[in-house]
Structure formats: structure tokens, C-alpha cells
């Protein structure tokens, strides 16, 4: 196995130039549900071969809890034994659970909050249900998923403030926008990316792709829903002005620093373009069907890596476990 | 004594707070001093009420209130006088600003339907949005 086993860490670095492309390329629909699973598999991966390195790392040290026959010679020779690398990730795996299991419970929590600063009564709900209207002039407007468990259903919360900065056409554009982010459970997606994001920092530039075609593939929706898409861009420029006061986010303002438009004006400018083509995947010849296919190619390889890595590791543990 | 009996009422009242939750009992006090015809004092909500609740729990809730800028208050000898200011639909408002503002600082949980612009992005979203406007819908232009 050799260096092999420290592939899944080092693969998710294919995502850069893929999360660029397919975002540029794709229809948002297909690159966020691409863009996920990659960041996903190849999140696992890398977390199963930080553990498989943990095995062997804490097997090495004394004192240790597991059977003796893990530290026996033979193993360490079957085995990618490595101590640096080893010990160093007992510390990282545990960061990585640490960090992923705080970004769900954060995740719930928001979301519970959400739902019960709600629950009070008293807000005014519109016609067709599920929107609701807060007395703020603070322009905002968001989807807040529903939940099985707690019997919630999806609710689109929208202040004043942001209403009456927008003509009708744009309120409905906002509607079906939020609307298609809670049919199309796209909270799922950027919670995928996210956790991917902790688990492996290589694979940042995917949580920032799918933030921003999940916002795409909604627009899309929302631009067949109401039936114009200029409707939907001037939607978002204008939401996007009015609450401009609002001091910049990290994230656009780390964009900016790359002299590239922020999420808002690609948004707008993409909706006054034609619409993307919904068709399958695109062929190999082309530069994005080369990095469909690589990032495919990628998750494919780092998952069979860590596969094939645990598999051994398992076979070599019960062959020296004393039983 | 009374203050004592007042007090472990308030302890009483304040593990029921717990299970039903402060949105609720904080609805039910602002919909009380709503139906007021001025400002009134604590004593005056907790009778309304009707519920059995302390002195003390009253108190506590109408601070919270005022503490959000739901009910104005104002000193009446020993006491205070409250008024309402937000109503429910204004509290909950309130509310959500709280969680979304606890949220600002990190990552997003909830994704906003516009996130904030980067330096340049508002002239370039101004020169987009011009072009959204005026340019007249080609053949079939508006639903393509």
C-alpha cells in the first residue's frame, strides 16, 4: 500500500478546478447534486483513511487499550507505518468528528430557534400558507426547512422591509425561489458540503460552490415558475441593494479579493443570460466534460483506495488478534 | 414572609416557564398589557393573567420584554408602569432577529436569499440591474 493509503487526504484537491468549472459549465440543478456527492465521498473517504492511520498510529503507542498483537512486528511491516504520521492523526481524526459533530448540532439548533421564534402565533401568514410575514424593516428573506421529526413543515420567512422594496412580479420571484430551495431540500446539500468542509480543508472550494449553484438551481425554478427570468434578476439585485447596509460576509468579501463579481451579480447576470441547458453530461472532449469526468474519476479512485485500505487493515488486525 | 412565599411561588412558576416554553408566556403578558387602557403595573398584568402566577414571574417576564424592546416602561412611585410597544407578530420579529444575528457571525445555516456584496459588486449589480429594466423584451423575450 505504501503511500496509497494517504490518497483520500490528498485527492479532494481535484475539487478546485472541477468546483470552478462545473459551477461555470453545469445547469446548477446537475452541479450541485455532482458537486455534493463528490464533496461527500471523498469526505468519507478521507475520514476513513485518517482512522485507519489512527489504528496503526495509536497501536504504536504504550499503555495503549488495544490487543497486543497490533503493535506485533509483523503488523508494522504489513502495514504503512508510519509515526509521524500516525500519532499526528489521532489529533486530527478527533478535531475532524469534534468539528463535524458541533456543525450539526449548530445546524439543529439554528433551525429549532428558527422554528420557535415562529411558534409565538401572532404572525401574519399570507394566502397559500407557509410564508411568513415579519413586522421588520430589516430586509430579509429565507427558507427554514421543515422537519419530519418535529412535525414542522418548510416555512418561507420574509420581514416587511424586504417586501416593500419589491414590486409584485418580484415578491413572487422571492416566493418561488425560497419556495424551490424548501421542495428541493437544498439545506441537505449545504449541510453535506459543509461537514465535507471540516472533515477535509481541501475541500473548502465545494462548500462554496454549492452555496452558490444551490442559490442558481433556485433561481432557475423560481424563473420557471413566475415565468420571466428578468423578474427573478431584478428580484435579486434589488433585495441584494436594499440590504447592502448590511455589513459584507467573509465569504464575498474573500471573493472580492480575487477581483472576481460577487455571488449576487453572477446570480443577476446568469438570469439575464439564457437559460442553461438541462441535458445529461456534457461529452469528455470538452474542458467540462474532462473535469465531470475527473472529479467522477477521483472519488472513484479515493474511495477503492480507502476501501482497499481498510479491507487490509481488517484482514492484517484479525490475523495478529490473539483469540 | 410574604417576599418568601412570593419567592418559592416564583421558583414554582419559573419550572413552569421552563415547560412551556418563555415565546409563550411572553405572548400571553404582551397580549395582557395590550388589552390594557394605559400603562399599567406588574400587579394589574398578573391579575389579567389569571394563571396563578408569582408576583415575581411577572416581573421577570415584563424585564425580558423591555430588555427586547417589546414594552416601554416608566417609574410610577415604587413600582413601574408598563406599556406595549411590539405586538406578537413584533416579538416574534424580534426573536428571529436574535437567532439570525447569533448566526451572522459564522457560517450560514439558513441560506438568505441575497448575501451580502464585496466592494465593486454594487456598481456592477446597478449596471445589471439597469439592463434588467430597460431593454425591451426581444420576440417571445420575457418567458425564455
Known amino acids: 500500500m505504501g503511500v496509497f493509503v494517504f490518497l483520500p487526504l490528498i485527492l479532494p484537491l481535484t475539487a478546485w478546478p472541477v468546483a470552478r468549472l462545473a459551477e461555470q459549465h453545469l445547469h446548477p440543478r446537475a452541479a450541485t447534486r455532482l458537486l455534493s456527492a463528490v464533496a461527500a465521498v471523498l469526505a468519507v473517504c478521507s475520514t476513513l483513511c485518517l482512522a485507519l492511520l489512527m489504528v496503526v498510529g495509536t497501536a504504536q503507542l504504550p499503555g495503549n487499550p488495544l490487543p497486543d498483537g497490533w503493535s506485533d512486528p509483523e503488523v508494522r511491516e504489513a502495514l504503512p507505518y508510519d509515526e509521524v504520521a500516525g500519532t499526528a492523526a489521532i489529533p486530527a481524526l478527533f478535531a475532524v468528528l469534534l468539528s463535524c459533530g458541533r456543525a450539526t448540532w449548530r445546524h439543529g439548533r439554528v433551525r429549532r430557534r428558527a422554528a420557535q421564534a415562529l411558534a409565538g402565533g401572532g404572525v401574519p401568514a399570507s394566502a397559500g400558507g407557509g410564508v411568513a410575514v415579519l413586522p421588520d424593516r430589516t430586509p430579509y428573506a429565507y427558507a427554514l426547512p421543515g422537519s419530519r421529526r418535529a412535525r414542522r413543515a418548510g416555512r418561507i420567512v420574509v420581514t416587511a422591509g424586504m417586501l416593500a422594496g419589491l414590486d409584485s412580479a418580484e415578491r413572487s420571484a422571492l416566493l418561488a425561489h425560497e419556495r424551490a430551495h424548501l421542495t428541493g431540500r437544498h439545506h441537505r446539500f449545504l449541510l453535506a458540503v459543509q461537514l465535507a468542509a471540516r472533515a477535509n480543508p481541501f475541500l473548502r472550494p465545494l462548500r462554496t460552490a454549492v452555496s452558490y449553484t444551490a442559490e442558481r438551481w433556485a433561481d432557475e425554478e423560481a424563473a420557471a415558475a413566475v ?25 464575498a468579501s474573500a471573493l472580492a479579493g480575487f477581483a472576481v463579481a460577487g455571488p449576487v451579480p453572477r446570480r443577476v447576470a446568469a438570469l439575464l443570460a439564457p437559460a442553461p441547458a438541462a441535458g445529461s453530461w456534457p461529452p469528455v472532449r470538452t474542458a467540462v466534460g474532462l473535469a465531470a469526468w475527473g472529479a467522477a474519476a477521483g472519488a472513484a479512485v479515493s474511495a477503492l483506495s480507502s476501501a482497499n485500505s481498510a479491507v487490509t487493515l481488517f484482514l492484517v488486525l484479525r490475523a495478529a488478534t490473539p483469540l | 414572609m410574604a417576599q418568601e412565599r412570593a419567592g418559592g411561588s416564583g421558583r414554582e412558576a419559573s419550572a413552569q416557564t421552563r415547560r412551556r416554553g418563555q415565546g409563550e408566556l411572553e405572548s400571553l403578558v404582551l397580549a395582557a398589557l395590550r388589552q390594557a387602557p394605559g400603562p399599567v403595573n406588574a400587579g394589574w398584568v398578573r391579575e389579567r393573567l389569571g394563571e396563578g402566577l408569582a408576583y415575581t414571574t411577572v416581573v421577570t417576564i415584563l424585564t425580558r420584554l423591555h430588555a427586547k424592546g417589546a414594552v416601554e416602561r416608566e417609574r410610577a412611585g415604587r413600582s413601574f408602569a408598563w406599556t406595549p410597544v411590539a405586538d406578537e407578530a413584533g416579538l416574534a420579529a424580534l426573536r428571529m432577529r436574535k437567532v439570525l444575528d447569533a448566526e451572522a457571525d459564522r457560517e450560514a445555516v439558513l441560506a438568505r436569499f441575497v448575501t451580502g456584496l464585496g466592494p465593486g459588486d454594487e456598481r456592477l449589480l446597478r449596471d445589471l440591474l439597469r439592463q434588467a429594466s430597460d431593454e425591451p423584451p426581444g420576440p417571445g423575450g420575457e418567458a425564455d
Open chain 1, 227 to 251: 415565468g420571466s427570468r428578468r423578474a427573478v434578476a431584478r428580484a435579486i439585485g434589488k433585495a441584494a441593494l436594499i440590504s447592502h447596509a448590511a455589513p459584507v460576509p467573509v465569504s
